[in-house]
């Protein structure tokens, strides 16, 4: 057997088990035999049978040694990993071994006893999978005993399409190891379970241990015991403190380990360099979770961060989650738990908002904030520097808790925005995710290499990824609160249609404006509804949309109004503004609304109200669950009510499903990109005009044909051979905007003139000093008509590939009318991306020229994404111009660069 090849460290992963504890899945090492000849020795005489379905007999060091040696490729092994007495051991092995078809392997697994039943087998499958896939196998194949019901069962629940038959009482399987949309579906919902399983160690733990528990006076130590205590935490509290007898008459522990009882969660607040041994206490007592409080990690620098790597690695060695470090807590208003375990001594009424905070500063404002409101909350985490829990977590908790109806996040980063988007797609589906985000993403120094990098600011990035996984993003902590209001409280509204009723001109104005300002519609009041209200008052009012009662208004007319418009089918939302009037009893107008409250409940339909210069909930206006949001000014009311528009439809909005593409020659694609590699040692490097030419015709995208010249005379003939006219552009792997420095030259008619060109660029590049940079020309047909679009794909270092699409041409970055979209693209984002943009009536025909063929646009951005998934090594790309021709005959990409990493 070949010897270990480069360690493929890209299959490490921690994973989350179905009883949320952790183990470390990773690749086998050489240096694994004394690590892989205990777990044999471990075993029962049952598992070793199940596994090599007869008695094995001892084994010793050249066997290990044997087990322990693949090649990551056509032998490949992933063990399972704790940490246990000071020590890692192996728990677990799954491995493959490549048959001779080189399409199928042979796949055996091996899991420890005291570990059956809590998923590890399925996350083997998985990630055994993922390499296989990687290395050409499409195929496991395997042999089952009959009486290994347990492995039976594994096999046929993760998702694949299995093969079996039964001889001699042995299965044999075969297994097609394909992602279908099944087995992601299955993969993502074993996830979800084994991180709630995991969260609720944190969030509903049934006994607490803090370790730093102190009887100073505002010390954390002290502030975080307290608030445990005083929010009336319905478990069992272990002060944990080597020189305290009793803390707030608790007897107290010189350490975890001598705490009698069980531990679900600790807590720790202890000076940094004691945070990683008294982390591994907890552990070795059994606690599923910690929280740290203490900073001083990678906040601080190398040193911290090598530190905080110490303590992600003793909570995954022990299986424990880890929040923080660098956090200020948590907090649970469930009746049946009553946990405040942070700094803050605010403890919120109950609710149904969850919070989660990248900031402890942030949290504290916020909590103060929602208390000011009389804003109640289900839930807050404070998630620190997310060495392990982050809002990927916390997203798929909330999901289905049935106390949560909100999420908001104040984030500043993101950990895996993959994974992000693709949990928060789901999420939102079934409740809204609010967002502020504070911080920029640095798209990195290459991006002005490339128009499509130079155009992928951080702002567009993250819009991009909230649009697509249907989250709010809002721009303040302020506007977060409105919004938050609204949706926890009120009905979502079915559509853009809103009716406003006031006692005062200009507010009502201000409203109209500002709907028109967020695109909302003011539609004309029906003619049933008019007559409702004009025998509703016995004044002479103007009857109109936005509706002035006029300050002399009574309490019920303004009931009375509010009760017609609750029945009205042309209505979607209505606006209550009250400016406070001495001839009014302000307070009296507040009953009235809360009195008409449940009626818009029944219709479903939001009411909102904005008493001038007053915010938050007030007690007169409802109650939990249905207040009617209270608003200090008209535009903060219609912001938010556009934002509770904006998820209504990205939630129905319906998803889309990534295309699978006929006829892409991806084999020969992957042997023009290697053989360029291979070619070329700099890294990165643009693909030359050849090679850009076979790539394209590999994922049918139609190019303008492209023919390099080295000197004039032979322009001059390539361009004759193609047909005139001609365009002349400058070839250079160096220079990205040719038209900077002359490199082009337009409509071109005879060989004389093909000549001309070339030399005037040459004369252009040496005036400049580049003449070393210029490596010819190329000549292509010229296109005439068409609209210039530019696609274009670069790589975010935080985000991964996104694709842009937008208008084209010289301009294309001072027009900057683009849309981004994070990689794969789904057939409606295609369409949407076209769509969207700002110059998308182009596309219809304007002022004589013919519609333009959209449909083949939408087919050349998803024959894009498609190459972007197989062949990772693009680094960034911009075709610029694409001609879109007249509708029924394409497009033509004119020019294009390719930059491979």
């Not at 107008?589 to 479903?604: D, F, G, M």
């Not at 010249?709 to 006219?725: I, W």
């Not at 400058?730 to 093909?754: A, F, M, P, R, Y």
């Not at 951005?861 to 029924?888: H, T, W, Y």
Request: hydrophobic residues 40%.
């Amino acid at each position: 057997m070949a010897a270990n090849s480069a360690y493929p460290s890209q299959y490490e992963n921690e994973v989350l088990l179905k009883d949320g504890s952790r183990i470390l899945l990773r690749p086998i090492r050489q240096d694994d035999t004394e690590r892989w000849l205990a777990f044999f020795q471990r075993q029962s005489q049952q598992t070793k049978y199940f596994r090599f379905q007869r008695d094995p007999g001892k084994m010793g060091p050249e066997d290990a040694q044997r087990f322990c040696t693949v090649d990551y490729k056509n032998t490949f092994a992933l063990v399972g990993e704790v940490q246990r007495e000071q020590r890692r051991e192996i728990i677990a092995i799954g491995r493959y071994y490549r048959l001779p078809n080189k399409r199928s392997a042979r796949v055996a697994f091996a899991i420890e006893d005291a570990y059956h039943g809590k998923g590890i087998g399925t996350r083997l499958i998985e990630w055994l999978a993922n390499a296989a896939r990687d290395n050409g196998i499409a195929f496991f194949e395997g042999d089952v005993l009959a009486e290994n019901e347990r492995m039976m069962s594994v096999l046929k629940d993760y998702g694949f399409h299995i093969d079996s038959e039964l001889r001699g009482g042995v299965y044999h399987v075969t297994i097609p190891i394909a992602r279908s949309r099944r087995v992601e579906q299955k993969e993502a919902e074993r996830e979800r379970l084994s991180t709630v399983a995991s969260i609720r160690h944190v969030l509903t733990p049934r006994s607490i241990a803090v370790i730093g528990a102190s009887r100073q006076p505002g010390s954390l130590g002290q502030l975080v015991f307290q608030n445990i205590m005083d929010a009336g935490f319905t478990g069992v509290v272990y002060p944990v403190n080597p020189k305290a007898d009793a803390i707030m008459a608790v007897k107290a522990y010189p350490s975890v380990l001598d705490v009698p009882g069980e531990v679900d969660l600790a807590i720790i607040i202890v000076p940094t360099q004691f945070v990683a041994r008294v982390a591994d206490e907890c552990g070795r007592k059994g606690a599923r979770a910690i929280i740290v409080i203490t900073d001083g990690f990678k906040e601080r620098g190398l040193e911290g961060a090598a530190r905080e790597e110490e303590l992600r690695d003793v909570a995954l060695g022990h299986g424990m989650r880890l929040v923080g470090p660098n956090c200020m807590g948590i907090l649970n208003t469930d009746p049946e738990v009553r946990l405040n375990a942070s700094f803050s001594r605010i403890y919120p009424p109950r609710g149904n908002i969850a919070f989660l905070s990248q900031s402890g500063a942030m949290g504290l404002v916020i909590l103060e904030y929602a208390m000011d409101l009389n804003m109640g909350i289900s839930g807050f985490v404070s998630v620190g520097n997310r060495a392990d829990i982050s809002s990927n977590d916390l997203l798929q908790y909330w999901e289905d808790d049935p106390s949560t109806r909100v999420i908001l996040l104040y984030l500043e980063s993101f950990g895996n925005p993959r994974k992000f988007s693709r949990i928060a797609k789901r999420v939102s589906s079934k409740k809204p995710i609010v967002i502020v985000k504070g911080g920029a993403t640095p798209v990195g120094s290459h991006a002005a290499s490339s128009h499509t990098g130079a155009m992928a600011t951080p702002a567009v990035v993250s819009d991009a990824l909230f649009r697509q996984a249907g989250i709010i993003r809002v721009d303040s902590i302020e506007e977060l609160f409105d919004v938050a209001t609204l949706l926890s409280n009120q009905p979502l509204p079915e559509g853009k249609r809103l009716f406003i009723v006031t006692n005062g001109g200009g507010p009502g104005i201000l409203a109209a404006d500002a709907s028109a300002q967020q695109g909302l519609a003011l539609p004309e009041i029906a003619p049933e509804t008019a007559r409702e209200l004009e025998q509703l008052m016995q004044r002479d009012i103007s009857i109109g949309n936005p509706l002035d009662l006029t300050g002399s208004v009574t309490p019920q007319e303004f009931e009375g109004s509010l009760k017609v418009l609750a029945g009205d089918d042309n209505v979607d939302a209505v606006l209550a503004i009250f400016v406070p009037a001495a001839v009014v009893d302000s307070t009296l107008v507040e009953e009235a609304i809360r009195r008409v409250s449940p009626l818009y409940q029944r219709h479903k339909k939001p009411l909102l109200a904005c008493f001038m210069g007053q915010r938050g909930f007030k007690a007169s206006l409802g109650k939990t669950g249905s207040f009617v949001p209270c608003y200090p000014f008209p535009e903060d009311a219609i912001s938010a009510l556009a934002k509770a528009v904006e998820y209504r439809e990205l939630r129905e909005k319906p998803r889309g499903a990534v295309p699978r593409i006929k006829g892409i020659k991806r084999e020969r694609a992957h042997r023009v990109i290697e053989a360029a590699m291979s070619q070329n040692q700099e890294r990165p490097f643009w693909l030359p005009a050849d090679k850009i030419a076979d790539l394209l015709d590999c994922y049918g995208i139609r190019a303008a044909e492209t023919a390099v010249a080295g000197s004039a005379d032979e322009a001059a003939a390539l361009a004759a051979r193609a047909g005139f006219p001609v365009v002349v552009k400058l070839n250079s792997s160096t220079i990205t905007h040719k038209t900077d420095v002359g490199g082009v030259v337009l409509d071109l008619n005879s060989e004389d003139e093909v000549k001309s060109a070339f030399k005037a660029i040459e004369d252009k590049l040496t005036a400049i000093g580049r003449e070393s940079e210029m490596q010819g020309v190329t000549i292509q047909r010229m296109i005439q008509d068409g609209v210039e679009i530019i696609a274009g794909v670069t790589q975010d270092p935080t985000f991964g590939p996104l694709i842009m699409f937008g208008m084209g041409g010289v301009q294309a970055e001072l027009l900057k009318d683009i849309v981004l979209r994070l990689h794969p693209l789904t057939e409606l984002d295609a369409k949407e991306m076209v769509s969207s943009i700002k110059m998308a009536s182009l596309f219809e025909g304007f002022r004589g020229t013919p519609p333009s063929d959209v449909q083949s646009v939408h087919d050349l951005l998803l024959r894009l994404s498609a190459m972007v998934e197989d062949i990772p090594q693009i680094a960034e790309l911009d075709f610029n111009p694409v001609k879109v021709m007249a509708k029924g005959e394409g497009y033509w990409v004119v020019d294009a660069r390719i930059s491979l990493k």
